[in-house]
């Protein structure tokens, strides 16, 4: 009897019936869904996919490919809800990650994360793609620039959160950082908490921004980040005023030392610099010094050429030293060492072997001929040494 | 008399920016106690304002110091306009109000701090600054000193030397020199959210009017619980358990329940005997309750026929067969009658007043200033004072070994009330009434078990609309009173070996024998001989609200098992109407939730149900009802017999029964396996089977075809209609993923030593979850959700397995027509995955394990605790030693000109700080608690426009409860604690208008702060 009639509403249901099974499929959906742990739970594969940018359902496709429900025994649903659960605290954590002291300061209770983690955090939430790095390096830091930055991802195929992201971290180190005397790589590490590696790549750029270096220029296009990584670092260590080289201006620097950051390339040096244009005078001898010390060295097409065009290269070379006091000039170093050193060797077919040994005889045949000026000799052997240096680096195709 | 609070504001830090202008914020403090307010200087345009006030005093009345929150105020100063609110800091001073003597705080004070202040304990530190509009504001730095004045005058109204403890267990490092017994205390007031002010004041002042009115209620709750306990001669409240009955239009109902101890500091110098249930303030301890107590009894309503008791569901004995089962349940009020009489026939006693009244407000007019006289059946002769005591309640959990003589079984009362206006908030009478008579309908019960106390005692409302259904539950037990307790056995669950060795008295199946004669027994119940003695007779089944009494024999492990059911109820129905449909249909929905936890257990091839937690909730289109327990089987008792299928009707669904039955046969298989019943199970079958057809066997059978008529197999699921079908489907639980031990105790029963890790990491969670029930296969899709809910706990914490999840606690609201909202507490023990060395168990604990069954049941991190007190330097030094991984590498070494080495070290130092942990358990796993620092119970709200903007509501709850879990800790820290135990959340009321964009969330948290030491793996060995 009862079963009968329990029939007789399914029949009666049955137009419903289908609707029932369907809604139960998606109805699930539910209003609040949150876990929250007294320690922050972190997943560092979800928060990498994160800071790439990718959208709460994207990472969770990303990690359906990776085999995650399988492996767990898991539905989408459930994957889905813990990828939210996870996006919502890094949307909570931004704000803190934008002032990476706050986030381990002593007092802070909102977010109860271990050292370790917190590291990562910090040192993923600031991870920098060198391609994207490349293309922000030497434009100004302004909104109009961050609208620009599709273009950027559509270029470098990274997703165009994460540039903004990277954009965002650059112009906010750079705005703490610019004013902050002292080490810049320090300061950096000191505000941000940045491993040593990540603090200097933000450093290089900060240096080429503060000091405007031009970086676009066409030709300039076949460089990449870590050309600049080196060059920069280079200048910060040799020339800033902070580095510790003995030049004339070391009793003023003495004085100013509260003052100073290596953000500045030192103007003291570069006004000094004026003197080495003597050595256009004394081409026969340098080149005689550089020549015979060469001969033998090089093979004998590569020493020919540079016997021959000697004056060009030397003199570019001098000059750009005499010239680099002038802003101006300073801000076209990349651009002058380029057009006037890397591409008429390139024509003459050197081999970066080849730049390098010259180089090496070129500088110590300079302080020779400044014997009776030492000041100059340091000058000469200063501007020399991240000349060579990111001559050699950037010395590729 | 006074108190002196002294009041220092040192600084503030990450303010938000109240002047657009200038982005910056001209900030100032007001500190206000009771009526007094004192306010700083205003500290100009700054986010990170110092204002190093000097010490603001207030000199109140001690017991206004317990009522009323110390609140710190941030304003910012503006020339023009009103000052604008940055937010609060609602500050409990009752942490700070114990008197030395007792906490073992103060004296440790006295003797290592070198605080200024006399006796006076200090608060000090960073404490987050809460908007109920905008959530964390910054911080305040704060300095908080209280100079108390002793008090002993007769007629005070404060109870400062009173210390509360939520943990239901004896505290650590005390012991409980004698328990003077159930206190409880009801205040009710209007809610200010629904005054008429309400409608012109902004959101913001209502929320804050409510915020510190449920702070102050607190706060009198507690002083008045502790003067009760005074009165009482107690020191010390322990299981204190505080609920806000949000009734709405009607007001608001503040309860609080507790344990009065007298607790005394233990010093581990042997042992001491303790006279439980002290005699000696018998002639004041009777006064003072009764005089509340003995009000006339007169239903205000008169109408509210529907004031009507749910059955006692007397779990220890198994449903015989659904029909008498069913009528018994339904008609409570004819039930009470042949349960009374039994009583009063076995005993020979006129047993009060519950002679044969069937209308129940007269029963319970009778029955409530009557106490019984006549000694119940136990040996012990102080069981005299029981009848003293009114209520014999006892809201602990857990008791120290040898305690608990007998376990009776779960008792239960629930009333359906209607809510009216509550005209006098000065006489809370109406619903101290409502408690009265259902706290004596749960002591009948336990009377009609011949138990005489109620061990792990609850009480809990659901409320909707004009409706509200109250709940008492407890586990009606025999105890013994005159108890040698050795202290350490409390603390540190040493005592096994102590009971096993004089086996004769108490044999440790003890506890798990009836406590009630065979002839007595006033219901049909399935007896059998114990199966480690083979004298004591028990019950096929047994299940307590208790945590699973040390010294139990346990084989296998234990496991979650939870029955879920939801009924529909018609929403058109109103007011007596809607009390009558939903009193109705109780009965029913106990019995179903009795029959399906009864048959999942038999599932599981278990026998015994611990830590059982009921939970009926009622909304406007349905009623759902919740058990919760710990499954696990007892030695003592017999194996439980699968459920069987039938159908007797149709003939044609053979083929359909046969595979249900093959799924309850594989499930009971792999859950066999699961929880290592395998082994035990066979060597009952192999050594025992044979005794059991001895002669005792054939009697006991005979006694219970008698008792049953005739129904021998008692777990028949007859399948008449598809519905039926579903059940059977829901009794099949999916497996726990491996790696996972889910239980709802404090520890998993039978689980060995070594698996829980020597340095577990603690992670207590809230899981909040809110969707929709469908009208149709309601109860299905509760299933689905509950199940659901556990997957993606267990989904969520995947990558710290092997992981224990204990103490795990459901709640569940249906806050609208077809919501049902399902919150979730519990703390999750994982290894300390980061440095698997210390995982390595160290062979002695793990010897002690494995061989005796009972050092596995509870307190069982204890002993290796105790072992490590001498160590405790040791362990704080290597804590710091522990090389710090993360710092840099150091700059290129030719630039150090202007890098100062000081810099560096600051820096990582900080990074050092210790992390507070919160648990639901009374232990911290892997620690040891040295002080309890006091008692925090914290009421946020928390509204929000912006819903949409904050991530939704998903977004808005989960940046709130990671607020209040951060002002928590910032609490306990500043207390100088570094953990809370017995973290709770009672209250979790979000509301939602997605219409206007608005949120609003209500949650009640709170603990016992406790300062730990960590116990480090090199101690252990």
Redesign the interface.
Known sequence: M??GR?CWR?VFLFPQFCK?LF??SI???????????????I?PEIYQLWVDGNSAHEAADVLQKRGILQQ???NM???M??V??HY??F??LEKTLHTPL?L????E????I???T??LLIEKYYELDDVVVREVLGKKLSSRHRKDLDEVSEKTAISLRSCRRQFDNVKRIHKLVEEL???I??NI??NF????EL?RKYAAVVFIAVNRFETTKRKLQYLNFSDFYHCAHQMI?HWSS???HATSMRNQSETE?EIET?LDVDRGFLHDLREVRILLDKEKELKHLVCSQLKGRLTDKIYSDMESSFKTHSRSLVLLAGNLNRSRELRSLFVDLVERCVEPLRQARWTSRDLRLFLDYYTPAGVQLFKSDSATALVWERYMKVISSCLVKIYHN | MPGKVKVKILAG??LPVMDRSSDTTDAYVEIKLGGITHKTDVFRKSLNPQWNSEWFIFEVDDAELQDEPLQIRLMDYDTYSANDAIGKVYLDLNPLLVTPGLSGRGIARAETCSVPSSGGTVLS??L?VYDTMHG?RG?V?VIVKVELFSDVNKFRQSSCGVQFFSTPATPYGFKIQSIQGFVKELVVNDDPEYQWIDKIRTPRASNEARQTLFSQLSGEVRRKIGLKVLELGGNAVVGYQQMFDLEGVTGLVVRGIGTAVTLARCHFDGNSAVTWFKDQHHGNGRESPRCTAISPVDVIKPLVSSTITAPVVVHGTTPSRPTPCARRSSESEINTTPKASSLSDSFGSSGGGISSNCRPTAHRQASVPVPPSNTYLNGVDVTRNLDALEYPFLTMKTYPPGFIVHVGGTVSARSVKLLDRINNSEEPETRDNWWTEIRMEVRSHARALGCSVILGYEEHTSISEEVCVLSASGTAAIVKLQHEVDTKDVNHGKSNTVITEDSKVNLPCRVCHIPYSKASIPFPIKLSRCAVCRKGKVPDVLIATIEPPTGMLVSGRGCLIQARLCRPKRAESRGDQQAKEISDGLPFLEYELHRQLINKLRTKGMNAIFHLKVQVSIGDRHVVGIATGTALFLSALPTPSLPKPSNP??SSKQSKRGRIHKLLIEAHAASQERYGLNKQLNKVNDVEEPKWTDSDDTDEDANDLDLTAGNKDSCVIEI???EDIDVIELLIDPET?EGFDVVNTETVPGLPIDSIRRRP????????????I?T??AAR?LN??FE?IL???Y??L??SRPCVITNLEFSVDLPEDD?I?ITVLGT?ITAFS?TPTEVAPCIGTSLRGVGSAESEMIFHLEDDVQSATSNEQAASTARVNQP???I?????S??G???TPG??AK?FV????Q????VTLIHLPGSRVERYLGHLNFFFIRESTSIRED?????F???F???V???V??HV?ALGGNAMVSYFMTQCV?L?NPHKNQGQCLINVGGDVVQAARCTPEKDV
Not at chain 1, 109 to 112: A, E, L, N, S
Not at chain 1, 193 to 196: D, E, H, N, R
Not at chain 2, 761 to 772: D, I, S
Not at chain 2, 951 to 955: A, H, I, K, V, Y
């Open positions: 009862k079963y329990y399914a029932i809604t139960f109805d699930m959906e539910c209003s609040v869904d949150v876990f929250v742990g007294n320690t922050t739970v997943d767990w025994g898991a649903d459930l994957l809800s813990d939210l659960d919502r605290t949307h909570m706050k381990t300061a002593t007092g209770w909102t977010f109860q271990d050292g370790d917190q590291q005397p002292g080490h790589v320090n590490q000191h908490l940045l491993s040593t603090s260590e902070t580095s510790c030392t290596d | 830090r990450n530190g960073w987050p964390m911080e730095s009707s149709i008449d209609d598809i993923p990491n603690l992670q207590a969670f809230n899981r909040v979850w809110k969707g929709k469908p149709l296969q899709h689905r959700c659901m997957r993606s706990i989904f969520k995947r990558k919501e909202q999750a980061k710090n991984r993360h840099p590498l150091p700059p290129p030719n630039q000109l202007l890098r810099d560096k820096i900080q990074k050092e700080r992390p507070v942990d919160i991530g939704g509501l998903s977004g709850m989960q940046s409860i990671t607020e879990l951060g002002i800790r910032a820290s979000l939602h």
